[in-house]
C-alpha cells in the first residue's frame, strides 16, 4: 500500500510528533501505575477524545482531497480515505482515525472499515448528498424481505459498513446532516424507487460506539444497528422536524448488547426502535433483540413512541430494560406493537422512572398492527407478550387517556406490572382505561387501571420486577486517546 499522506509532511514534524507519542506513552505509564494522577497533559494541538480504543494511525479528510465548501462532493475523498486507512485495520495493524475539520463536506454514501475511528471536529458538519446518483443502490435486510418503504432494494445509508469490529464515530460534537428534505418530499409524493437511506447503518458488526455527534435531518431513521453486538451510544443530539416521515433516532434490530444513553432526541417517529425483522423474513432470519438498556433519554415525539418495541419483531425482543426516561410531547412512552403473522416474542420488558410532559397515551400496546411486507405471512404465527413492567411514571397532561391496551384475541398479553404510577387527565376523559385481551397487576395506579389488571398482587414490596444485575455491555470501558490535530490543508476551506 501508498505510504501514509502524514507522511508528506516535514521531517521535523514527524520527529516532533514521534517525540511526543513517546512522551505520552511515558506519561500513560505513570498515570497508570499512580492512578491519583491526573490524564496525559495536552499540549497545543492535542486533543483527547473517549472511545473503546485508540488508534495508531491518523489522517485528515483534507489530505484525501477533500474540499470543505459545502458544494463540492467529498464522496471520492471519503472513499479513498477509508480505503487507505483500511490497511491498518487488521490484526496488529494498530487501527486509524479519519479526522474531519472544520469545514462542511459534501458526500455521497461511504462505508467505514475495522478498528477505525471517524472523529468529527466541532465545527465539522458532513452534509448528505443531494444528487440521489450518488446513492447506491444495495440489497433489502434479509429479515425484511424487502425495502421498508418499497418493494425490492434500498439506498445506501449515508455511513455504512458490514462484518466490522471495533468502530466509533466521535468528535467534540460535530455534525452529520443527511439534510433529509429532498427525500421526505419525494417519499410523500411516492416518486421514490427505493427505500430511503439512513444516516448510519452498521450490519454484522461488533463493538460500535457512537458518541458526542450531532445527527441533522436524515433522510429516514438516524441510527441503524443490525444483526450486530456490543453497541453504545452515548450522549448523542438527534434532531428532526417531528412531521418528517419515518426520522426514528436509534433502532437497534436484531442486535444484543445494547447500551444508549444520555441522548437527546427529536423526532418525527419514536425516538427509539427496537425490532428484529419483519414477518416470516424475520422468523426465518430469528435474530432477536436482546439485553438492551436505554437510560436517560429524553424525547420528543409527538407523532410516535419515546421507546417502541416493534413493529417488526419476528426475531423476537427479550430483556430490554429502560430507566430515567424523560419526554416532552409523545404519543406514548414505552409503545409494543406486533401483528398476527410476526410470531416471536416481546418478553422481559422492564421499565422505570419516566417523567412524561403532554402524552396522548402513557402506555400503548397493539396487537393488530397492520403492516406487513406481503401477504405471505403465516396467520398461525402469534406472537407472545408477557413479562411487561412498569414503575415509577409519573405523567402530565395526557389527552387522550391514560392507557390504550389492545392484546390479541385467544393469546392475550400477560404478565404485565404496574406500580407507582401517576397520569394526569382531563377530567371530562371519561375512559382513562381501554384493555382488551390483557392480563396483569398493579398497584398505586392512579387512575385506577382497569380490571384486568387488577388480578393479583404485584409483590411484598409492592414494586414490580427490575433486574438486579448489570449488563456485560455495562463493563464495556473508554480510554483516553490523544490525537495530534492534522495541519490544515489549503483544501480544506477552513471553518466558515
Ligand atoms: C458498502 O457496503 C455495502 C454492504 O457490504 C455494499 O453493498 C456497498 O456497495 C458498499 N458501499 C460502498 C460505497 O462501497
Ligand atoms: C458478513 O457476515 C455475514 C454473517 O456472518 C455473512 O453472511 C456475510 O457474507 C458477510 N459479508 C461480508 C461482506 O463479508
Ligand atoms: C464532547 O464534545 C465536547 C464539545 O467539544 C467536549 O468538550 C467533550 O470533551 C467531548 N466529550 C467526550 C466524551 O469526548
Ligand atoms: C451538541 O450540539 C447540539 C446541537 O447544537 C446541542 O444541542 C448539544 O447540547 C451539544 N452537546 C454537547 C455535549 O455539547
Ligand atoms: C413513585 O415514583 C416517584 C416518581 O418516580 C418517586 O419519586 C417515588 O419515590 C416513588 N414512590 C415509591 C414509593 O417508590
Redesign the pocket.
Known sequence: MAASPMLNASPLLQLLRSVCVLLLAASATVSGRHHTAPPAASRTGQSMYLAPNCRAHTASLADFGGVGDGTTSNTAAFRSAVDHLSQYSGEGGGGAMLYVPAGKWLTGPFNLTSHFTLFLHSDAVILGSQDISEWPIIDPLPSYGRGRDKIGGRYASLIGG??LTDVAITGNNGTIDGQGALWWSKFKSNKLKYTRGYLIEV??SDTVFISNVTLLNSPAWNIHPV?SRNIVVQGVTILAPTRSPNTDGINPDSCSHVRIEDCYIVSGDDCVAIKSGWDEYGIAVGMPSEHIVVRRLTCVSPTSAVIALGSEMSGGIRDVRAEDIAAVDSESGVRIKTAVGRGAYVRDVFVRRMTLERMKWVFWMTGNYKSHPDDKFDPSAVPVVEGISYQDVVATGVYKAAARLEGIQGAPFRGICLANVTAELDKSKKYPWTCTDVEGVSANVTPAPCEALQQGDVGGDGACPFPTDTLPIDQLTLQQCAYDVPPTSPGAGGGN
Request: proline letters at 0%; charged letters at 0%; glycine letters at 0%.
Open positions: 458490514s462484518n450490519l454484522w444483526y
